[in-house]
């Protein structure tokens, strides 16, 4: 069994920062790309910035500039750093990651159970 579990989320004004981290655990042999996705209410979940296991990184536009996402395989962590942020970022944000079981070698994606930021005006 794979376990994900985001923290840092929470509340801050526009313009504060804030820093997601995500740990996967479990029978875990490799990950090969892990990402962030956010879901605001009504509107559909949102990839906002994803990190392959060479460290290469892509982002939505709307985050670009402001959110950096990082890794550190010998944890099996995943990090987003936020700077800037606009209450059009508010949304429960999950982290995901595609990983290879112990035993393999198909590839699996898992999610974690989310964690809510809130940027007030």
């Known amino acids: 069994q794979v376990h994900l579990v985001e923290s840092g989320g929470g509340l801050v004004q526009a313009g504060g920062s804030l820093r997601l981290s995500c740990a996967a655990s479990?029978?875990?042999?490799?990950?090969?790309?892990m990402g962030w996705y956010r879901q605001a209410p009504g509107n559909q979940r949102e990839l906002v910035a994803r990190i392959i296991s060479g460290s290469s990184s892509n982002y939505a536009d709307s985050v670009k500039g402001r959110f950096a996402i990082s890794r550190d395989n010998a944890k099996n962590t995943v990090y987003l750093q936020m700077i800037d942020l606009k209450p059009e970022d508010t949304a429960v944000y999950y982290c995901n990651a595609d990983l290879i079981l112990l035993g393999g070698p198909q590839q699996y994606r898992y999610w974690g159970q989310g964690i809510q930021v809130t940027v007030s005006s």
């Open positions: 479990g029978s875990i042999a490799s990950i090969n790309v």
